[in-house]
RNA sequence: GGCGGCGUGGCCGAGUGGUUUAGGCAGGGGCCUGCAAAGCCCCGUACGGCGGUUCGAUUCCGCCCGCCGCCUCCA
């Protein structure tokens, strides 16, 4: 069973679901306003980690996840770029579906976009405005947070602290500082929506209640997001639901930052790193898998070297995949575990790797248990014990593929005839003793980007 | 100012009141190899500082130092 850290309560407790066997989870997604960074790959990588997860454990899950596709920046960027809103967030959104595929991250099951959910955003403002929780000022409609029960649970911060915070904005008709807008009133230029408050747009936070909820149903399993959004936009999510009468998520889940030399990568800061760089200049696979390298609540620095260092372990693991022909089991989809019943597993082995999962995801822990798996697969052959050797094997690529991390056996192109000629011509030098002849055939193989591996079935090679 | 997190061996990075070790990368030695590569074995005996609790603390408590984050729209 599952333990996870729950926001609200700053404590790590036993993930229980409303439906037995089944988990629903909402993650706010991305806003589509311009190129994704590394730290939102992060945030796509740790979800897909969870959800596999649950599924490897045999639970149905429910994965939601949106898109905000109309926002201040949203507006800005498009004027900027002279094109057409729609166009600019399509644009930003097909590039984010093809990083998402490119990191391995399975797609959500739905993906609810705010543009298409503004009725029921308004139905929602509307509800609250009756409930009398809401109130008109000259430029929106905003929520009076002191009438919600609660507010603060999850920035654990005292209202004065929040009140003193708050930053002050040009409406003074709010009835207090901490109170957010629901509705924002047109102004020129700014795409509308038609609402009982004249001609407008929704406010950011409303669009996660009202999808999660619709999609979802009252009392979901699981709200995530980054470590940024706990304050404001989760807290203000609550408050709405709280305060129209629902019953909004029992967990909520937030993983940590991507940093710089310390420093939390971001936009305004500028400095960021986009997940196209990053994926131009390496496997996507060593970015998943050095954000398993660490726990997800902790900061991880993405660098050159730290990069290098995960590129590094991926050889390793991959080095296990040819070594065993793994290569049906390079599927980059869900897994289940099979349980102590397949014999071709070590069921022991899963059964640590699920402590570690359990464990509030300690993906670092739960890896370490893979590694070990690999070097004992490696030296259960080199002993002779073949069997016992694909067994461990195969249980490391099982778990690697519970994690969306698919071993490779190789890079698909080692039958091209050329280059097996000089394989071949290679193997029949060295039969010959022929040394120099067979240096010089490795060295142009390497010039081509190949690695040479001499082995007692004869010379192998893999892609550098 | 308020609230919170973190400081582990050359680097990255888990975990734990004490007997055998996380794991990865890099490095040294060895086995294997025509030489390599890959793999395996061995090695470095780490937990910011000062006190306290304890038979015993890296692990609990206090203080200090350092780094970082949040305090209204940033994953």
């Not at 290098?308 to 897994?335: I, K, N, Q, W, Y």
């Amino acid at each position: 069973m599952l333990r996870l850290h729950d926001t609200a309560t700053g404590e790590v407790a036993l993930l229980r679901f409303r439906d037995p066997g089944r988990v629903s989870i909402y993650v706010c997604g991305l806003t589509v306003d311009g190129q994704a960074h590394l730290g939102h790959g992060r945030m796509a990588l740790v979800f897909d980690v969870l959800r596999r997860y649950l599924l490897f454990t045999g639970l149905d899950v429910n994965y939601v996840s949106n898109i905000t596709d109309i926002e201040d920046k949203i507006i800005d960027g498009a004027a900027a770029a002279g094109v057409p809103i729609d166009q600019f967030t399509a644009a930003n959104e097909a590039r984010w579906w093809e990083l998402i595929d490119t990191l391995g991250v399975l797609r959500p099951d739905e993906t609810p976009h705010a543009t298409a959910y503004v009725d029921r955003m308004v139905a929602l403002v509307s509800d609250l405005m009756a409930r009398g929780v809401a109130y008109e000022t000259a430029d929106g409609v905003y929520l009076s947070v002191l009438d919600v029960p609660g507010y603060g649970l999850l920035a654990h911060q005292p209202l004065d602290s929040l009140r003193t915070g708050a930053r002050v904005e040009a409406d003074e008709d709010k009835r207090s500082p901490l109170d957010f807008v629901l509705w924002k009133k047109a102004k020129p230029g700014e795409p509308t929506w038609e609402s009982p408050w004249g001609p407008g747009r929704p406010g950011w936070h409303t669009e996660c209640v009202v999808m999660s909820l619709d999609l979802l149903g009252d009392g979901f399993d699981l709200h995530g997001g980054g470590l940024d959004l706990i304050f404001p936009h989760h807290e203000n999510e609550r408050a709405q639901a709280v305060a129209d009468g629902r019953e909004f998520a029992r967990h909520w889940m937030h993983n940590g930052w991507v940093t710089v030399e310390g420093e939390k990568m971001s936009k305004s800061v500028g400095n960021f790193t986009t997940l196209d760089d990053l994926l131009d200049r390496s496997d996507a696979r060593s970015y998943r898998l050095l954000v398993l390298r660490s726990h997800y609540r902790r900061p991880i620095e993405v660098t050159p070297d730290t990069v290098r260092d995960a590129e590094a372990g991926l050889a390793r693991l991959d080095e296990l995949g040819r070594r065993f022909g793994l290569g049906d089991l390079l599927t980059s989809g869900p897994v289940v575990d099979p349980g102590p019943a397949d014999a071709e597993i070590d069921a022991e082995a899963v059964t640590r790797f699920r402590d570690r999962m359990d464990d509030d995801l300690d993906t670092p822990g739960a890896l370490g248990s893979v590694f070990d798996l690999v070097r004992q697969a490696n030296g259960a052959a080199d002993a002779g014990d073949q069997a016992g050797a694909n067994r461990k094997a195969q249980t490391a690529a099982l778990l690697c593929a519970a994690l969306g991390l698919p071993l490779r056996a190789g890079s698909g192109d080692e039958e091209d005839p050329a280059v097996q000629a000089k394989v071949l011509e290679r193997d029949e030098a060295r039969a010959a003793g022929d040394w120099a002849r067979a240096d010089a055939l490795r060295a142009e193989l390497e010039d081509a980007g190949w690695l040479v591996e001499d082995g007692p079935e004869g010379t192998r090679i893999r892609r550098q």
